[in-house]
T-cell receptor, first 113, second 112 residues
C-alpha cells in the first residue's frame, strides 16, 4: 500500500536560514502533491501544489520540488521567520482513488530568533 | 478564509452514546471530507462526499456514518461512541475534488 514519510522529528533552525522539509512516498506515483501548514489548534491551510511535470514551484519565500525518480518532494522556506513555526504536511492524492487526499504525519518546524 | 464552520467545537460524551458532528459551508463546493487527527497517525480520511446524497468511505470508516442532504451540510455520526474515537475531527471542502482543500477549525471530541 502507499506510504508517505515525513521526518517526524522537529526541525529547529535559526531565523534567516533556509528550512528544508522532506516528503518521501513509496509504492505509487502520484501525479501531483500538495503542501499544507498547520498551526496548533487549527485546521491545515493549503500552501502549494506541484504536478509531476513541474520540477519546481515557488510562492514568495516558499519553494517546492518534486522528483518522481527519487519519489520525493522537498519544501523550502527561505529567510525563515519565527512566524513560519508550524507543522508542515505533505499531501498527495490517494493511490487509485479520485477526489481523495492523504496526508503525511507532518514535520514540526521551529524557527529560533 | 473559506466559509466553513464546524459544530460543536468541543464535545465530551460517554461510551455508547450516538454523536453527530456538523460541517457547514457557504462556498457551494461540491466535495466535502471528514478527517480525524491523532498523534502519530496524522490526518486520516473517514468519509467523503462528491455531491448531495453521494458519499463514500475513507480509510477509517468503521463506526462512522455520514449524510449530505444539502450541498452546504455534511454530517458525521458516531453511531455508538467508543473511547478509540476520542480525537480531533476536521471537515474539509474542495471545489475540484482532490486539490486545495479548505479545512474547518476542528471539533475536539472526548469519549469517556
Amino acid at each position: 500500500s502507499q506510504k508517505i514519510e515525513q521526518n517526524s522529528e522537529a526541525l529547529n533552525i535559526q531565523e534567516g536560514k533556509t528550512a528544508t522539509l522532506t516528503c518521501n512516498y513509496t509504492n505509487y506515483s502520484p501525479a501531483y502533491l500538495q503542501w499544507y501548514r498547520q498551526d496548533p489548534g487549527r485546521g491545515p491551510v493549503f500552501l502549494l501544489l506541484i504536478r509531476e511535470n513541474e520540477k519546481e514551484k515557488r510562492k514568495e519565500r516558499l519553494k517546492v520540488t518534486f522528483d518522481t525518480t527519487l519519489k520525493q518532494s522537498l519544501f523550502h522556506i527561505t529567510a525563515s521567520q519565527p512566524a513560519d513555526s508550524a507543522t508542515y504536511l505533505c499531501a498527495p492524492p490517494y493511490s487509485g482513488g479520485y477526489q481523495k487526499v492523504t496526508f503525511g504525519t507532518g514535520t514540526k518546524l521551529q524557527v529560533i530568533p | 478564509d473559506a466559509g466553513i464552520t464546524q459544530s460543536p467545537r468541543h464535545k465530551v460524551t460517554e461510551t455508547g452514546t450516538p454523536v453527530t458532528l456538523r460541517c457547514h459551508q457557504t462556498e457551494n463546493h461540491r466535495y466535502m471530507y471528514w478527517y480525524r487527527q491523532d498523534p502519530g497517525h496524522g490526518l486520516r480520511l473517514i468519509h467523503y462526499s462528491y455531491g448531495v446524497k453521494d458519499t463514500d468511505k475513507g480509510e477509517v470508516s468503521d463506526g462512522y456514518s455520514v449524510s449530505r442532504s444539502k450541498t452546504e451540510d455534511f454530517l458525521l455520526t458516531l453511531e455508538s461512541a467508543t473511547s478509540s474515537q476520542t480525537s480531533v475531527y476536521f471537515c474539509a471542502i474542495s471545489e475540484t475534488g482532490d486539490e486545495k482543500l479548505f479545512f474547518g477549525s476542528g471539533t475536539q471530541l472526548s469519549v469517556l
